[in-house]
């Protein structure tokens, strides 16, 4: 199965802008990148997904590289309610989601 | 609209003893998956099924661990017997499966703990 590499932990500022990249140099043509979000104690969340195009939505901003090697995830303002484990996430073509060892993301006051 | 429902939240057991986890997705969905997190790591798919066939299992321990999902609708899992090993939290998830690029939506889990 195709891998996802993420930065073991990140930190940010409230209110800044954070960059949460994803490396997935093995991923196929028909792989969907999700990035999904844990909270503790809490089942993961959606964040936000795409296949091969920039995605917007009212949570994030995901940027996926032409050649689909790399993605980044873009939380426009940090807030404290966003400190979570974020998970870049491969949906092969049977429809199986592919969890890598997330990043441990958190948010400065 | 209702979401991934699992039971129970904790469940402490002895070594060797069996456990069971249920799980009821969200209505029409029709894949459903069971994971295992270890703490401090991503979540490991053990099963998925479509419908009430089994489509991945690749990664289940079947000397020990079952899962049925009868009717096409609910689904348990099963430990029998359970090690110290398997002290995790047991993720249930769903979705829609009409095409690629559908999120899942996942329960809140159930934290088992081996002693």
């Known amino acids: 199965d195709a891998k996802t590499t993420q930065p073991n932990s990140m930190e940010s500022n409230e209110e800044e802008p954070v960059h949460l990249p994803c490396n997935h140099s093995?991923?196929?043509?028909?792989?969907?990148i999700h990035w999904y979000r844990q909270l503790p104690s809490q089942g993961p969340e959606y964040v936000i997904h795409?296949?091969?195009s920039n995605v917007n939505n009212r949570m994030a901003s995901l940027a996926i590289a032409e050649d689909r090697k790399s993605s980044t995830l873009i939380l426009h303002r940090a807030t404290l309610r966003d400190a979570a484990v974020y998970y870049c996430?491969?949906?092969?073509?049977?429809?199986?989601?592919?969890f890598g060892t997330g990043t441990r993301l958190k948010v400065l006051a | 609209e209702a979401g991934v429902a699992q039971s129970p939240r904790y469940k402490i057991i002895e070594k060797r003893q069996s456990v069971a986890f249920w799980c009821n997705p969200i209505?029409?969905?029709?894949?459903l998956y069971w994971y295992q997190q270890i703490l401090g790591q991503g979540p490991k798919l053990l099963i998925q099924?479509?419908?009430?066939?089994?489509?991945?299992d690749s990664q289940l321990p079947k000397d020990r661990f079952s899962a049925e999902r009868l009717k096409g609708v609910d689904s348990t899992l099963k430990i029998q017997p359970a090690k110290l090993e398997d002290s995790a939290v047991y993720l249930c998830?769903?979705?829609?499966?009409?095409?690629?690029?559908?999120?899942?939506?996942f329960g809140q889990g159930t934290r088992l703990t081996v002693v």
């Open positions: 998830a769903s979705s829609s499966y009409e095409r690629g690029g559908i999120q899942a939506f």
């Open positions: 093995t991923i196929s043509g028909t792989d969907y």
């Open positions: 795409g296949l091969t």
């Open positions: 996430i491969l949906e092969t073509g049977t429809y199986k989601y592919i």
């Open positions: 209505s029409g969905h029709a894949t």
């Open positions: 099924f479509q419908n009430n066939g089994v489509v991945d």
